[in-house]
């Protein structure tokens, strides 16, 4: 009897949680490098009608990248700031989650780059190589109501 009682109250602890949590749509702008490389006049941009909950960067990169960084610069009206995401450690191991002979890499970003009324950001690379073999894709990841 107490057995059964605990089932029910955790299964209804279970839904009611279920229930009460909202996962907001999410929307990407997405930029795919042809051939897995990444030129120094690639750019992303990414309109806001408000500033976002979250953002996230996600970017797919395999093992001819050369080097264990990335630097991207980030401008919008509030800011112009860069960021330096790293790939690899000095061993040589990959970061991010593994997807057969690439990896993916997601960040989260500090929303305080996009200012409270409608802005966009652009997402340039900040390296000094104008070609980066390695880098597949960038996918800017937010909340579907912050987009204009």
Do not use: K
């Not at 057995?3 to 990407?28: K, P």
């Amino acid at each position: 009897m107490v057995t059964a009682f605990r089932w029910w109250v955790s299964t209804a602890v279970v839904l009611t949680a279920g229930w009460g949590c909202h996962h907001s749509e999410e929307r990407a702008t997405v930029i795919s490098f042809r051939e897995g490389t990444m030129y120094a006049s690639d750019t992303m941009a990414a309109a806001f009608a408000r500033r976002p909950d979250f953002l996230f960067l996600e970017i797919r990169y395999d093992d001819r990248y050369p080097y264990q960084n990335l630097w991207l610069r980030f401008q919008s009206r509030r800011v112009d700031t860069t960021l330096d995401v790293q790939l690899y450690r000095a061993d040589g191991f990959r970061y991010g989650r593994r997807m057969g002979p690439y990896a993916r890499m997601r960040i989260m970003l500090p929303t305080a780059l996009i200012a409270e009324r409608p802005d966009t950001l652009h997402i340039i690379p900040y390296m000094r190589p104008d070609r980066l073999p390695g880098i597949w894709q960038w996918r800017l990841i937010y909340p579907t109501a912050s987009a204009p």
